[in-house]
């Protein structure tokens, strides 16, 4: 299974994060993905189990997220976590 690659844009304190993967040519297909987060210097916690590719996930002005997703296909293959963050998000504060 191929690790699945990330693009992140934000929308005001959110973070749309996108994963896409891909199975080895022939298997049974990526049927689902694990979304990681971890807030500041903390510790990775489950985020979301998600059938979409695309996920808004919720931030706080000030904050900094760690993300990484793990690729489940429907044989229930499991990708590995990997050793660092796929995408990394600094939730700036606005001046007004």
């Known amino acids: 299974m191929d690790r699945a690659r990330y693009t992140v844009r934000i929308e005001s304190s959110d973070a749309v994060a996108g994963a896409a993967g891909a199975d080895a040519a022939g298997a049974s297909g ?7 987060r971890a807030r500041d210097k903390g510790s990775y916690r489950l985020y979301n189990r998600t059938t979409q590719r695309v996920l808004t996930v919720a931030g706080e ?3 900094t997220y760690r993300l990484y997703s793990i690729a489940i296909d ?5 990708e590995t976590a990997p050793e660092t963050y796929g ?3 600094r939730v700036l504060k606005l001046k007004r």
């Open 30 to 36: 990526i049927a689902s993905y694990e979304i990681y």
């Open 61 to 63: 002005r000030g904050r």
């Open 74 to 78: 429907a044989a229930g293959n499991r």
């Open 87 to 89: 995408a990394l998000v």
